[in-house]
């Protein structure tokens, strides 16, 4: 009941002194001519070591035989390239587990390979100057070793043979449980949860480490009954990257349903489930924010759902909102999304570039589309006040894109082009003006005429006391 109560007066708090933020809109970051899959972040802070990356590494299948990690600078839009593969072999689940190794190295990635006739867990180094060295061994056998993944550098979980397996900081490497035992995710070094067979069915089951004995404990049942899989840890209501809440999605009957499970105390706890409907797949994420110099950290979540007709992505659209929102608006079938935040801490507080990225369905193959949510806390001149309303089209542009706003106000009207930095790249108006419908367009170019790079700005529009911002996408 106590975290209750906090939670109700910190999100009071929030929207008494932030305005609901905005998503951007959705674009593709692969090609529609080969299959794209299973997308993670280099999401550490990168300020220091390269301030203009934000690498997303996943899986490209240009046959039957051939899969390959692909890697994409996602702030500046370059071109995509081959991380790691090999011809007639399968790389896949990708995942970042360290940042910053050497001078030169951007991050460390592992994969698992069948490029020695059985799968095992390997991993690479992506450079600075978008060149990778390896692969080098992580867990390698005459057996099977999969789905690797990480809780911190130091602890993560992996399945062999049916088997799951733990190494964490303070524990050698253990057995979990065996019997066709599959899909461990690790939350920070004291809980693993999987998918463990029960008689007909696929129970979700889980582990924990125990600090007094230093053994792990378990496996202990969430649910035995049904299908349980896609098994994640969630966030508990201050938003802890080490959460003991897990999540997953279930089905007993007619539909998938998201069910969650807190592993300290011993209970469900819910999820927003769209009701008669198929909900699937979610993913959690933390955001950092400085409200009146007050520190907090507010869990975002996103599922995907069939709740309009065909399965669609959908996100909690603010940080005070339990509500969800279509953010994928495809026809088409879109599936698996998953949340990252790319944090910056600055001199002006903390700066979250928040990422949906999902896997959509288009022309026969699937591709990796995203959004967007930029979060600048302590710039009070990006905030939307809500006090009108800013189109841009078209959006993404290549040539020139049209800047339209509605105001409520009189006087000077301010309109500034940001980078993700929070740099003010060009001013487009400057000028009184009555209020109404404007328009300025853009011409992709900065102050000094010179073109700027593919990527993602911040178009931010000041009439008086209101200010509107919104993404713009250039191609």
């Known amino acids: 009941m106590k975290k209750i109560y906090l939670l109700i007066f910190f999100l009071a708090m929030i929207l008494s002194s932030h305005s609901q933020e905005i998503w951007g809109p959705p674009f593709p970051l692969t090609d529609s001519l080969t299959d794209n899959v299973n997308p993670t972040l280099s999401i550490l802070p990168g300020d220091i070591i390269q301030p203009d990356s934000v690498f997303m590494l996943w899986e490209r299948s240009s046959d039957t035989i051939t ?3 692909y890697a994409r600078n996602l702030k500046t839009m370059g071109t995509p390239f081959l991380a790691a593969g090999q011809v007639n072999s399968h790389f896949k689940h990708p995942r970042v587990f360290r940042r910053g190794y050497s001078g030169d190295t951007l991050f460390l990635f592992s ?20 060149t990778t060295l390896g692969p080098f061994p992580f867990i390698r056998s005459a057996l099977n070793e999969k789905n690797l993944n990480f809780g911190d550098p130091q602890s993560f979980s992996w399945e062999k043979e049916g088997i799951i397996y733990v190494k964490a900081t ?3 490497t253990t057995e979990l449980a065996a019997g066709n ?17 029960t008689g007909g069915a696929v129970g979700a089951f889980f582990s924990k480490y125990n600090l007094l004995t230093h053994l792990w404990d378990g496996p202990y049942p969430m649910d035995i009954y049904g299908t349980n899989s896609h098994l994640t840890f969630g966030n508990d209501s201050y938003g802890s990257p080490f959460s003991s ?7 007993d009957g007619t539909y998938w349903q998201i069910k969650g499970f807190d592993a300290d105390a011993i209970m469900f706890c819910s999820f927003n489930n769209f009701p008669g409907c198929n909900n699937m797949t979610p993913s959690f994420c933390d955001i950092e924010m400085i409200t009146d110099g007050f520190p907090l950290t507010i869990p975002f979540s996103t599922f995907a759902s069939d709740f309009s007709g065909n399965m669609e992505v959908y996100v909690n659209p603010s940080s005070a909102d339990t509500t969800y929102e279509n953010i994928s608006v495809y026809p088409g079938e879109d599936r698996h999304p998953q949340l990252f935040n790319n944090v910056h801490f600055t001199g002006r507080g903390i700066d979250n570039q928040l990422f949906d990225i999902w896997e959509s369905n288009h022309g026969g193959h699937w591709q990796l589309w995203t959004t967007r949510m930029d979060i600048l806390s302590g ?3 990006l905030k939307d006040n809500r006090g009108g309303w800013m189109t841009i089209v078209p959006n993404p542009f290549t040539e020139k894109t049209r800047i339209e706003f ?3 106000e009189t006087g000077s009207q301010q309109v500034d082009i940001f980078d993700l930095e929070g740099n003010k790249i060009r001013s487009l108006e400057s000028t009184p003006k009555g209020n109404g419908v404007q328009s300025v367009s853009w011409d992709g170019k900065d102050a000094g005429g010179v073109k700027v790079p593919a990527g993602v700005y911040l178009c931010s529009v000041k009439t008086g006391g209101s200010v509107l911002h919104r993404n713009i996408i250039l191609y």
Not at 114 to 123: E, I, P, R, V
Not at 181 to 197: D, K, R, T
């Open 111 to 130: 994969y698992e390979t069948d490029m020695n006739g059985n799968w095992d867990l390997y991993y690479s180094i992506l450079m600075k100057n978008e």
């Open 379 to 381: 710039v009070a001149s």
């Open 245 to 251: 809440y897990v999540f997953w999605q279930h089905k």
């Open 67 to 69: 899969t390959a990690i």
């Open 181 to 197: 035992c599959a899909n461990p995710v690790i939350s920070g070094e004291n809980y693993v949860a999987y998918e463990f067979p």
């Open 406 to 408: 509605f105001t409520k």
């Open 170 to 172: 303070y524990s050698d």
